[in-house]
């Protein structure tokens, strides 16, 4: 009766250590050379109280374990364990045959037992379960606030964020007939195409010569953002740059330079740019600019098709959040409109073909609506850490509050009939934020002028916002197209020069709205006063991506 008792706390060391004991006498060189003193003492010890099994199990039981080591191992020590009645525990048998490496699925309180076995602390485990209870809990970390100090834009209305947002406030449209290459053969013939565009003083001439455009505009947009944020060369010298980082992707990276260099190999690789694989991936734009800067963090980009930008942002905020880094550069860039991207886009028939009219061709929630207009540039957000910004004196135009991303799992370029993978999007991003829907009161939408995308974010939009009376909602795509991967981010700058300026852009070439929209949520052709608590920037693309971020005031 006494061994049975006590048997079940005594089997599973009683397991473990007879385990371990021949294990130590048949590899000396393993005790001597990659054990510890304070190990050696422990097996001396487990040693030490084998000898003790006979107040246990008797002297009978503590002869079966000791010649199940010198007889047949491990197989027999099992029978010998299990012979032992008073020790018949099957809770205690269950955790003992884990120990040897049972398939059977694990608790999570399991496995934390059977990793102390193997970490040496085999004993302290069952002998003091009862007597522990639960474990302390490590203390919660304080999460760091995000904000943004700085701001670069290449856009087709321009390459400062100050004009870039005047002229969405004053409705300008970026849409002309495009320039670069000869249309005729294409149905689609407009684009908010950049037609000018210098690198001087943002990128080497020798770069400049040979790298993609998206990639030229993404350093410079990137450079324009921290000259924005105050990051002059004595601030540079004095940031830990182990602890900076550049996350800025592309939908479809360098387009322009690996076209050439399959024209290039029709006659022979030797006519191909050596940079032309390098310089047509999504990372290298984010290396080189980190090159440049010499920024040792997280460098890498996301590829998300036209939400790209959003992910980038919201990524580069979570290394800020984990105390990773406390400074990123995140956003995106695209330079898509050559005759691949345009021919490509119009095979997919998703492009607007209203030609004779560039500057109405992209409306959004309007009935005569009849695809989206392609567009390129960059736009690139400094992110920084609250307490860091405030050290070294910089401006903070918002605070990033978090965000979300789902996947609709339904269709490769179509968005889910009932926008459900949108809905929960916003959902998800409200509740990781900690912010109320009664808060949110701006909402810069993907809208891209599509005839069935426009209202299935717009019903998204109501089911979760739908009884704020305040809410207003804009689509900078009206005015400069759809930007693709760097679509997001330029459309963050919006949001955040909305916040600092108190002025909402209106959206132009709303004339017939779809009767299933509101005038009321929608703003209309002018600019409009508003004091944003909360504001929303959306951000899809094709294969289901959904993202949603939350910028505020900061306080």
């Known amino acids: 009766m006494a061994s049975s008792s006590m048997a079940s706390p005594f089997c599973t060391w009683l397991l473990a250590a007879c385990i371990s004991s021949p294990y130590e006498k048949d590899h000396p060189m393993r005790s001597s050379i990659f054990q510890s003193p304070k190990r050696l003492s422990q097996w001396a010890r487990r040693k030490k109280l084998i000898s003790k099994c006979s107040y246990v199990g008797g002297a009978d039981f503590a002869s079966n374990l000791s010649s199940s080591f010198s007889v047949s191992g491990i197989h027999n020590l099992m029978s010998s364990f299990l012979a032992a009645e008073p020790c018949y525990d099957s809770k205690v048998l269950y955790e003992s045959l884990a120990f040897f490496g049972s398939k059977r699925s ?52 321009g390459h ?24 005729a053969r294409f149905p689609t013939k407009i684009a908010g195409e950049i037609k000018s565009f210098s690198t001087d003083g943002w990128v080497s001439p020798k770069l400049s010569k040979k790298a993609d455009k998206f990639m030229l505009y993404l ?27 550049v996350i800025i992707g592309s939908a479809l990276g360098g387009m322009k330079v690996f076209n050439d260099a399959i024209e290039a190999l029709r006659i022979s690789y030797k006519k191909m740019n050596p940079f032309c694989i390098p310089f047509a991936t999504t990372n290298m734009g984010s290396a080189i600019l980190a090159m440049d800067l010499g920024w040792m963090g997280p460098n890498y980009s996301i590829s998300t098709a036209c939400a790209t930008s959003n992910f980038c942002i919201l990524n580069a905020a979570y290394h800020i959040m984990r105390g990773e880094t406390d400074m990123m550069l995140c956003g995106g860039s695209e330079a898509a409109i050559i005759p691949i991207g345009l021919g490509g886009f119009s095979a997919c028939k998703v492009l607007s073909q209203r030609n004779s009219e560039p500057t109405k061709a992209s409306c959004p929630w309007d009935i005569n609506r009849d695809g989206f207009v392609i567009g390129e540039g960059a736009g690139v957000l400094l992110l920084e850490e609250l307490e860091h910004a405030k050290r070294r004196g910089a401006n903070i135009y918002a605070e990033f509050l978090g965000g979300s991303f789902t996947c609709d799992a339904y269709h ?74 760097a679509s997001g981010a330029v459309e963050a700058v919006a949001t955040i020069k909305a916040i600092q300026t108190g002025c909402i852009h209106p959206n132009i070439n709303l004339e017939n709205p779809d009767e299933s929209v509101d005038m009321n949520v929608l703003v209309g052709p002018k600019k409009e006063k508003l004091d944003i608590k909360v504001a929303m920037s959306n951000a899809f693309g094709f294969g289901g991506h959904n993202s949603s971020i939350l910028f505020a005031p900061c306080k």
């Open 412 to 485: 490769m370029t179509e968005p889910h009939p009932d926008g459900t993978g949108v809905a929960l999007c916003i959902e998800k991003a409200l509740d990781q934020s900690g912010v109320c829907r009664e808060d949110v009161n701006y909402i810069n939408a993907y809208a891209a002028s599509t005839p069935t995308g426009d209202l299935k974010e717009y019903r998204a939009i109501i089911r979760c916002f739908g009884k704020n009376p305040e809410l207003r909602v804009n689509s900078t795509k009206s005015m400069i197209g759809h930007l693709l991967g």
């Open 160 to 183: 400062d964020p100050d004009v870039f947002y005047n002229s969405l406030l004053e409705g300008v449209s970026g849409i002309s007939e495009i320039e670069a290459f000869d249309c």
């Open 219 to 245: 350093i410079s947009a990137g450079k324009k953002a921290l000259a924005d944020g105050g990051i002059t060369e004595e601030v540079m010298d004095n940031l830990d740059k182990s602890r900076c980082g």
């Open 106 to 157: 694990r608790t999570r309180r399991q496995r934390q037992m059977n990793g102390a076995v193997h970490s040496g602390i085999t004993m302290a485990v069952p002998v003091q379960r009862a007597e522990q209870g639960t474990t302390k809990k490590k203390p919660l970390i304080k999460q760091r606030r995000v904000v943004v100090t700085g701001l670069g834009v290449v856009t087709p209305l």
